[in-house]
C-alpha cells in the first residue's frame, strides 16, 4: 500500500491537517485520506505519518505521497527543504502543497523557488467564501462543478501550471487550485487551507467531493490522466 507523509515545518495548520481538530468529521479530510492511503475511514495513521520533525531527519524514499502544510506566517522553505521537495518530485511521486491568503506573503513566495513552478503568487486579502468554478477535466475534478475558498491565493502565469478551476471573477489566467508538471503533472498547488476544514469549509459547494478526489489521487501509483478543457460532462452541479 502507498505510504503518505503530512509535513509542516510547525503545528500552526494542526487544526486544519491530518487528524487535526477541525478535519475530523464523519467523511471528512482526515477520513478521506485514511480511506485512500489505509483502506478504512476509520483507521487512522497505519500508511500515514504526520510530522514537524526538521525534513533532513526524514527519508523521503520511503513515502510514496507528500502534503506540505501551511506553517507560521514568516516561514520559508529553506534551500535544503527546497533540493528535498525538488528531488521527491522529480522521482514522479505526487505531492500536495497547501498555501494561503496574503499574511502568508513569505510562505507563499517561498514556494517559487520550487523547480516545477514557474507561476507567480497572487495575494489577496480576503475573498470571502470565493466560489471557484470548474475548468479543467482531470481526475481531480471528477464530479466537482465548483469548490468554495475562504481567504485564498492564487497563482498566475507558468508554462507548465494548469489551473484546475477558475480563479477570481472567473479568470481562466489563474488559479487556487494549480497542478504542475504539465498534462501528467504530479504536483498540486491549493492556495487555501480552510476548504477541507470540518463544517462549513468542507461543506461548501462541492469541496467534499474533491477532498476525496485529492486523497485518492495522492494514493494513486500512475501517471495523471491528460487533461482536456472540454465541457464537464461528468460534473456535478453545485
Known amino acids: 500500500a502507498a505510504k503518505l507523509l503530512v509535513w509542516s515545518q510547525d503545528d500552526t495548520e ?31 495513521d497505519g500508511n500515514i505519518t504526520k510530522s514537524i520533525a526538521s525534513l533532513s531527519t526524514l527519508n523521503l524514499s520511503e513515502y510514496d505521497a507528500l502534503i506540505i502544510g501551511v506553517p507560521a506566517q514568516t516561514a520559508t522553505l529553506t534551500s535544503s527543504e527546497v533540493d528535498q521537495i525538488d528531488a521527491f518530485i522529480a522521482t ?5 502543497i497547501k498555501g494561503e491568503y496574503n499574511a502568508w506573503t513569505t510562505w507563499n513566495n517561498s514556494l517559487e523557488q520550487l523547480a516545477i513552478i514557474t507561476g507567480d503568487v497572487y495575494g489577496k486579502t480576503s475573498y470571502d467564501s470565493q466560489t471557484a468554478d ?23 502565469g507558468g508554462s507548465n501550471g494548469i489551473y484546475l478551476f477558475k480563479g477570481y471573477n472567473n479568470e481562466t489566467s489563474k488559479g487556487g487550485v494549480t497542478l504542475w508538471g504539465g498534462t501528467n503533472g504530479n504536483a498540486l498547488t491549493i492556495m487555501d487551507v480552510n476548504w477541507h476544514s ?32 472540454s465541457s464537464p460532462a461528468n460534473n456535478a452541479t453545485a
Open 92 to 96: 514522479g511521486k505526487r505531492i500536495f
Open 198 to 229: 470540518d463544517g462549513a469549509g468542507i461543506s461548501a459547494q462541492n469541496n467534499r467531493v474533491f477532498a476525496a478526489n485529492v486523497a485518492t489521487w495522492l494514493a494513486e501509483d500512475k501517471i495523471a490522466p491528460t487533461l482536456s478543457s
Open 134 to 156: 470548474y475548468h479543467i477535466s482531470h481526475a481531480l475534478t471528477t464530479g466537482v462543478a465548483q469548490i468554495q475558498f475562504t481567504d485564498a491565493s492564487y497563482f498566475s
Open 14 to 44: 494542526a487544526g486544519a491537517n491530518y487528524q487535526g481538530a477541525s478535519t475530523n468529521e464523519t467523511d471528512g479530510w482526515s477520513e478521506q485520506l485514511n480511506l485512500a492511503f489505509n483502506g478504512s475511514k476509520a483507521t487512522y
